[in-house]
């Protein structure tokens, strides 16, 4: 079984930065969209990035546009979200997703719903104060 492992949060004033990565374990993500959410309390979960399977294709919520980036590293088995100029309405835990891009293509502009998720991470806190 597919199991995902988040890594990387922690607390960081405003404008700091840090680097999130979810590194696999069962199966390799060769195949697999990675997607990155994030949930606050109170709030629903949303989606921040997702990156296709090959790494050629990237998708971003605008709201962190030009501040985060996602790559990946399918040797290590791993995909990063480096997120720079901080900000506390980033303040959430972190999850990441695997979807099986065979079964979901990667579509530009769009990452792939939640429900189609095949395994999911057990987050990372990131909490963003002064």
């Known amino acids: 079984q597919l199991q995902l492992v988040e890594s990387g949060g922690g607390l960081v004033q405003p404008g700091g930065s840090l680097r999130l990565s979810c590194v696999a374990s069962?199966?390799?993500?060769?195949?697999?969209?990675i997607s990155w959410y994030r949930q606050a309390p109170g709030e629903e979960r949303e989606v921040v990035s997702c990156?296709?399977?090959?790494?050629?294709?990237?998708n971003y919520v605008d709201s962190v546009k030009g501040r985060f980036s996602i790559s990946r590293d399918n040797a290590k088995n791993k995909v990063d979200l480096q997120m720079n100029d901080l900000k506390p309405e980033d303040t959430a835990n972190y999850y990441c997703?695997?979807?099986?891009?065979?079964?979901?293509?990667?579509?530009?502009?769009?990452?792939?719903?939640?429900?189609?998720?095949?395994?999911w991470g057990q987050g990372t806190q990131v909490t963003v104060s002064s």
């Open positions: 997703a695997a979807t099986f891009q065979p079964r979901v293509r990667f579509v530009q502009g769009q990452c792939p719903p939640d429900k189609e998720a095949e395994a």
């Open positions: 069962g199966m390799t993500l060769d195949y697999y969209i």
């Open positions: 990156i296709s399977a090959s790494g050629g294709m990237t």
